[in-house]
């Protein structure tokens, strides 16, 4: 559901993304919806990093030294209690789709993406359709994050168990 509400919110004026691929118009809606807890004053860890809001301040402060030499090396071996995932992020380039490049001459390809680079910059649009690639990065998460949801699950099925046991049994 919260995919076609945000396709239908940005897909006609004053923010029009119809043009882009829909996860452009899921991240301003999330984008939204973290400003409005900023104006709130409510935390805004869940926007920034879901996984991060089971952590501690200690653990946030290794979890961004970890990433960041992950960063430099992807290679960085990972302390017990840490996983290491990798994460795609979409990548867009403008440019002239490769069936039609291959039909006309390198200088006018060339130039009609020259074009619209200066219209994006005078105008704020591209008029050729963005190119989606997406690149994987590695990032560290802690073995916490994974624990409690399976944590939350086991409380679950406690609570119903006691539930059971607490209710009035009908003698005959």
Same mark, same amino acid.
């Given at each position: 559901?919260?995919?076609?509400? +945000?396709?239908?919110?940005?897909?006609?004026?004053?923010?029009?993304?119809?043009?882009?691929?829909?996860?452009?118009?899921?991240?301003?809606?999330?984008?939204?919806?973290?400003?409005?807890?900023?104006?709130?004053?409510? +935390?805004?860890?869940?926007?920034?990093?879901? @996984?991060?809001? %089971?952590?501690?301040? $200690? $653990?946030?402060?290794?979890?961004?030294?970890?990433? @960041?030499?992950? #960063?430099?090396?992807?290679? %960085?071996?990972?302390?017990?209690?840490?996983?290491?995932?990798?994460?795609?992020?979409?990548?867009?380039?403008? #440019?002239?789709?490769? @069936?039609?490049?291959?039909?006309?001459?390198?200088?006018?390809?060339?130039?009609?993406?020259?074009? $619209?680079?200066?219209?994006?910059? &005078?105008?704020?649009?591209?008029?050729?359709?963005?190119?989606?690639?997406?690149? @994987?990065?590695? #990032?560290?998460?802690?073995?916490?994050? &994974?624990?409690?949801?399976?944590?939350?699950?086991?409380?679950?099925?406690?609570?119903?168990?006691?539930?059971?046991?607490?209710?009035?049994?009908? +003698?005959?």
């Amino acid at each position: 559901m919260i995919p076609q509400v +945000s396709f239908l919110s940005f897909s006609r004026p004053p923010k029009d993304l119809s043009f882009m691929p829909l996860v452009e118009s899921l991240l301003t809606l999330l984008l939204i919806f973290r400003e409005s807890a900023k104006a709130k004053g409510q +935390s805004m860890i869940l926007y920034e990093d879901p @996984d991060l809001a %089971y952590q501690t301040a $200690d $653990d946030l402060q290794l979890i961004k030294a970890l990433n @960041d030499k992950l #960063k430099k090396d992807p290679n %960085y071996p990972i302390p017990e209690g840490f996983i290491k995932v990798t994460e795609k992020t979409p990548v867009y380039e403008y #440019k002239v789709p490769a @069936d039609i490049a291959a039909k006309i001459s390198e200088s006018k390809v060339i130039a009609v993406e020259l074009l $619209d680079e200066l219209v994006n910059g &005078a105008v704020g649009f591209h008029f050729l359709e963005p190119m989606v690639s997406f690149e @994987d990065f590695p #990032k560290v998460k802690s073995m916490v994050s &994974a624990i409690k949801p399976q944590q939350a699950e086991a409380l679950k099925l406690m609570k119903k168990a006691e539930q059971g046991k607490n209710k009035p049994s009908q +003698s005959v």
